[in-house]
């Protein structure tokens, strides 16, 4: 018996050597499994945590003007932001111990294992916070082992390479809460219309509770079953010492303001508007679509909602529901070129073709200007003369030739000034500038300007027949407007990720591309359209709004038998507006000819009607003298009309108009009393008498 007793002990002893040896070698493969499992886990370094979220669009005063998403509202915020009550409910109810473990709480897992084997059924849940981040960023809410194993994964590449801090960050900006509201803020935002650092104790312990079954537990759902588990939720807050039993009782007795509306669910504001900034996002930053539309952005942008608000008002007011005609406005800050707002069409609904900055169409005599500008620097002044009759040029040595007409065929069939010209839109005085200049002066000239369409060097670009951009031709009288220095429009001042960080500023870098002399000079000129001063053999352009005017404009209307357009500025903003048929169908109408003239005279005046009257200030080197408006020569007392008008200095006439003397003779003759007139012929014989 004891010899069968120690073969027994003998082979027992090396069952548990073996036991041990094997125990011993699965606890160094399963050593080896653990370290190549966090070595392979470091080595693929953090897991990016980009999530769909909303882009939000901010005004110029920081409103909110419109957002993008898919289908799903998600405000990004930090830590720091987020109510104290909130996160403290979050961790009280979905995992206490968030801060001790490291991904994994195998208390808490043992736990749920036995109480799942108690039931027969799978009654209580283990998921860590973290646990619940990686499956919301990463992975289908199936209930796969693959799914589960990779959960595990993603939540340890987590742990090891991000903070409890930024976990718990990212957890409370991805759960879901319910009616397409993702993260604690576009909840707080939907349930409570406030920001979620302003929840109360009730209001963070309610949004706590929604996570775990928001079809179940949302108060716009069912308000009983919402409260128990906001009671449960204050329980476990009690528990755990976090707020005490009369804070517990006070919140689960509060009423609470429930409001069920995302904050920007509406139409947006200025669709137009917001497709040029995305356009500009994609030119500018070289974001693409996705990222745009569901990267998190917050984009802060140039619009004024008061001066948008004018230009929508001023649309709906004069243009009519019967005519079919389209229409676009764009307005800018001419300091800086910051596009304070924009129209692109009649109905974004109806058509989102943004006619304001695609379209390309002819800017008929709005292209005056920039001519006028280059005479200007070849030796012109506001008094230069040219003959105003009807004139056929030839061009193509000799091969063609081109005849322009005025409107309605008005010429003075004399000479009359370049100032008068402007105001009047004489199209031959146009035309014989743009020849004598030679046709490429213009085409150049336009470059400065920031025009980047193509020209075609013809006699009839003098008169605005190839096609530009809108936005380019409200560009380019803004840098006549601030004094000559190049600006280019800008949509966008900054914008941040979703993580706060700014990814773009703009930056403003002026340069000076025209002579702050002539630019003046040419401002003041163009002033005359709504002067009747300097009405000729026909009336100045701007005369139908002169008395909707209650401050100094310069501008420059122009029309083509499609198109019509009005450009024009103060020293504090600067607009157009087109008018026309998409497909250039001839404008016969003619209410839809004026629309241009009158939308734009409407918006500058309820735009600026809160800000201060301005004058443009006069540059270093001009001087202001008063002039015949019909000859061009220095005003006399005899002169039936006098016109103070700017010159660079040197180039301002010295000569004085004689054209009036008679008639000046006659008139101070009539203004005599009879006594001085008696008192002159005594002094007359008096003299011939002593002779």
Known sequence: MELITGQNFKRTAKYIRAAVIIACLFSILLGLAAFSL??????????????????????????????????????????????????????????????????????????????????????????????????????????????????????????????????????????????????????????????????????????????????????????????????????????????????????????????GKHPSSGEKTAPYFQDAVKQALKSKLGLDERTIELGGLKVYTTLNKKKQKAAEEAFDSIMSDQSKIQA??????????????????????????????????????????????????????????LRSEKTTFTFDDGASSYTPHNFNHQYANGNITLAQAIALSDNVYAVKTHMFLGEDTLVDTVRKFGLSSKMSAVPSLALG??????????????????????VEPVFIKRVENHKGDIIYKHEQHKKTVLDPDKAYVMTQMLTGIFDKKLNGHASVTGTAIIPQLTRPYAGKSGTTPSDSWMIGYTPQLV???????????????????????????????????????????????VTGVKI????????TEDCPAARMTYFEKGTEPTEYCTDHIHDGLFNRENRQSPEQKKGWYKKFLEFWKSE
Request: net charge positive.
């Open 38 to 259: 966090f070595t392979y886990a470091k080595i693929l370094g953090a897991p990016p945590l980009a999530v769909p979220q909303s882009t939000i669009y901010f005004g110029e005063n920081g409103e909110v003007i419109g957002e993008s998403d898919n289908g799903q509202k998600r405000y990004w915020v930090k830590l720091d932001d987020i109510s104290k009550d909130l996160i403290d409910a979050t961790i009280a109810v979905e995992d206490q111990h968030f801060y001790k473990h490291y991904g994994f709480d195998m208390k808490r897992i043992a736990g749920a294992v036995v109480a799942d084997i108690r039931a027969m059924a799978k009654v209580q849940g283990a998921s860590t916070i973290t646990q619940q981040y990686a499956r919301n960023l990463f992975l289908e809410h199936d209930k796969t082992w693959q799914r589960k194993i990779t959960e595990a994964f993603y939540t340890l590449r987590l742990e090891m390479n991000y903070s409890k801090k930024e976990i718990l960050e990212g957890y409370l900006n991805t759960i879901y809460y319910g009616h397409r509201a993702y993260g604690v803020e576009a909840a707080s935002q939907y349930y409570f219309n406030k920001s979620a650092k302003d929840l109360t104790l009730a209001e963070a312990s309610m949004l706590a509770g929604i996570p775990k079954g928001p079809a179940s537990y949302s108060p716009l759902e069912n308000i009983e079953k919402a409260k128990k588990r906001q009671a449960i939720v204050l329980k476990s807050m009690k528990n755990q010492k976090i707020i005490k039993s009369a804070e517990a009782e006070a919140a689960k007795g509060e009423t609470l303001a429930l409001t």
């Open 328 to 385: 676009a406005l764009i307005a800018m800050n001419p300091k800086n070129g910051e596009v304070e707002a924009l129209i692109g069409g009649r109905d974004y609904k109806e058509s989102s073709f943004n006619r304001s900055t695609q379209a390309v169409r002819q800017p008929g005599s709005t292209i005056k200007p920039l001519l006028y500008y280059a005479a200007l620097e070849k030796g012109f002044t506001p008094s230069t003369t």
């Open 465 to 486: 027949t190839s096609g530009v951009r809108m936005l380019e031709m409200v560009n380019a009288y803004g840098i006549l407007a601030n004094g000559g220095k190049k």
């Open 575 to 621: 607009a157009g507006v087109w008018a026309g048929f998409d497909h250039s169908q001839k404008i016969e109408a003619t209410e839809d000819k004026s629309y241009a003239k009158k939308i734009w005279a409407r918006f500058m005046e309820y735009s600026l009607e809160d800000e201060p009257v301005k004058n443009f200030k006069p540059s270093e080197n």
């Open 628 to 635: 015949d408006p019909a000859n061009g020569l220095l005003a």
